[in-house]
């Protein structure tokens, strides 16, 4: 009889041990919903672009088209980041002035060069992929004004009219 006591004390702790687990779990999701929210908020307040995605579907970065990442890099009353993820022996001529350069293997061990999580980060890669994971690890390690430039440089308006203007196919 007293066996059987301790095998469903056993069961019973078991069992709450997992729910207090569940619980931990739903409180981190609800924290880290409720800083993205807060994070898209302050974005919206300080007028910066948010995609309709991210508030709908609960994105915590923001895809930008290369011509819009080119409009605000060009504007000189724009406060960001520029970070470039793209492969280390990615070439220096071929990277955008003003960026910081942190291959996407290192990022992990490098986000903490990123001083400012308020400043707008745009992230660019050779082709838009990098950039990606990047955003994705960025919010993991809490920044959340984050934005992909998608297609990266291979599709950035200033390298496109290089190429024009030197005679070579885009």
């Known amino acids: ?38 994070n898209h908020l302050v974005r919206i307040k300080n007028g910066h672009e948010i995609d309709d995605s991210m508030i709908l579907l609960g994105r915590p970065y923001n895809d930008l088209s290369p011509q819009r990442a080119f409009q605000i890099y060009n504007d000189r009353d724009m406060d960001f980041l520029l970070l470039d993820v793209s492969n280390a022996n990615f070439g220096n001529e071929e990277r955008l002035k003003l960026s910081v350069n942190i291959a996407l293997e290192e990022l992990d061990s490098r986000y903490s060069e990123i001083t400012s999580k308020t400043t707008p980060i745009m992230i660019i890669s050779e082709k838009g992929l990098r950039s990606i994971q990047a955003c994705e690890l960025l919010v993991k390690k809490g920044y959340f004004n984050l934005n992909n430039i998608s297609g990266g440089h291979e599709f950035w308006p200033g390298k496109l009219k290089e190429r024009k203007a030197k005679g070579l196919s885009s």
């Open 1 to 38: 009889m007293d066996l059987k006591i301790f095998q469903l004390l056993e069961h019973l702790n078991n069992r709450l041990s997992n729910i207090e687990k569940n619980i931990a779990r739903i409180d981190e999701k609800m924290e880290f919903s409720v800083t993205l929210q807060r």
